[in-house]
């Protein structure tokens, strides 16, 4: 689903299952590993990258061997929509790359199948991978069990997108900063007339419902133990359903978000992550000074959550040093504000982000302030199950005016069905 359609919410990956092959120094075949491999005298690394990112990579990667002239570079690229199974076989036949972009979601499948190196033991030599030079959360994402098993590459988190004229007309000089404020706002902007909401929701966005939770107190999941008929679950799901009650969300309005945040806002809050900054700058050009971003309405917190991928080598790389190294590059600073540019992918590392494109721009600035309150979805195998039971569960309640405490109830005890298999 594209990223400027109506699930505003959806993450960047979505758009990319159409990208072809690229490579840097040669032509790739198929998904085979040359790895352990030379080419005039030079040491060949195969990078898998998936999606959107492996276009650009190429560049970057020729960056790279400008440093380290000793190492050829092939870059791979895969769709989203593949790459799950050829990372598969390539963990069955213990043939692949050497290295691997990585979902964030992705790390506990393929580390419980010691298919990803453990880099707990290179921060020495390679001290650019040491955890001290990101953001906590999203080193959260690179740990399983007692392994690091990947380093952080770019992040994405969310935070409000919101229409500053109409809120200041509607009372809101500044973005709403609380749960009360932010549905009274919206209920003050759906006053507006018919056609008009106060924000949209996307209820595809599995992560959402969890993020409030949080924001309430949750503690989502504890080993085999779920919360989620607890009342920090369930008030945040009241909360969010509420929002579709009172009408200031529309249900399938079908909607472009672009089309429908310009002109008169038909909808003039959403939460969203950076990639949209770009897609209103270019599609709405005549918003400026009328739109802005903010962090998150707080309850008890504003967590958000966070996505994006990490970078990992694969365990049984020919070319160990080789691919330490290029993971090393890829996480310095300047190489990242350098990804940035490129890509509009916002840095993992916390270095890069004292770059003044990020401190100057008035959007990506608050992405980073957003960071510091920013944890993943719970980094366990199972969770993507669980998610889209609760999504189903959901429909039910905002659609079909479900009991939220009896849904939560049966939501719970499946989730907890599914985390001790």
């Known amino acids: 689903m594209s990223k400027n359609k109506f699930n505003v919410f959806s993450k960047k ?15 790739l075949a198929g998904c085979s590993s040359d790895s352990g491999s030379e080419k005039d005298g030079k040491k060949v690394i195969n990078v898998w990258g998936m999606g959107e990112e492996a276009k650009t990579l190429p560049k970057i990667a020729e960056e790279f061997e400008k440093e380290n002239p000793e190492i050829d570079v092939k870059v791979q690229a895969i769709p989203w929509d593949q790459a799950h199974d050829k990372l598969l076989t390539a963990v069955a036949s213990k043939k692949g790359p050497d290295v691997v972009q990585m ?50 590459w770019y992040v994405d988190t969310r935070v409000l997108f919101y229409r500053t004229d109409l809120l200041e007309e509607a009372g809101y000089k500044e973005a709403p900063k609380t749960w009360d404020e932010l549905r009274d706002a919206a209920k003050k ?28 107190g949750s503690k989502l999941i504890e080993g085999n133990e779920a919360y989620f008929n607890e009342p920090e679950f369930v008030e945040a799901v009241e909360y969010l359903n509420g929002f579709f009650k009172d009408g200031s969300a529309p249900v399938d309005l079908g909607l472009d978000i672009v089309q429908a945040f310009k002109g008169d ?37 504003n967590t958000s959550t ?42 993992a590392n916390k ?20 960071l510091d ?28 005016g479900a009991d939220i405490q009896e849904e939560m109830d049966a939501f719970d005890q499946e989730a907890e069905k599914i985390l001790s298999k």
């Open 189 to 216: 902007l759906n006053d507006r007339g018919d056609d008009k909401y106060g924000i949209s929701i996307d209820t595809n966005e599995q992560s959402l419902s969890f993020m409030l939770a949080r924001q309430n």
């Open 373 to 400: 309150n920013a944890q993943p979805m719970p980094v366990i195998k199972p969770f993507e199950k669980i998610a889209q039971d609760f999504l189903t569960r959901f429909e039910k309640i905002y659609r079909g």
């Open 13 to 27: 990956f979505a758009a990319a299952a159409m990208v072809g092959t690229l490579v840097v120094s040669g032509a």
């Open 351 to 370: 270095e890069a982000w004292n770059n003044e494109q990020l401190q100057e721009n008035q959007y990506y600035k608050v992405f980073g302030e957003q």
């Open 265 to 301: 806002g038909i909808l003039p809050m959403f939460i969203s992550g950076p990639w949209m900054v770009k897609i209103i700058n270019d599609q709405a050009p005549e918003l400026e000074g009328k739109w802005a971003t903010a962090v998150l309405p707080a309850k008890e917190t």
């Open 306 to 347: 966070l996505g994006g991928s990490n970078l990992s080598v694969f365990e049984h790389t020919k070319n160990k040093e080789e691919a330490l190294k290029f993971l090393a590059y890829m996480s310095k600073p300047e190489t990242q504000v350098k990804w940035l540019e490129m890509t509009n992918s916002l840095p």
């Open 103 to 152: 979902g964030t979601t992705w790390i506990p499948e393929f580390a419980s199948a010691n298919a990803l190196m453990d880099l707990s033991d290179q921060t020495e030599k390679y001290p650019e991978l040491a955890a001290e030079n990101f953001y906590d959360g999203s080193i959260e994402t690179t740990k399983y069990e007692d392994k690091v098993v990947g380093v952080p």
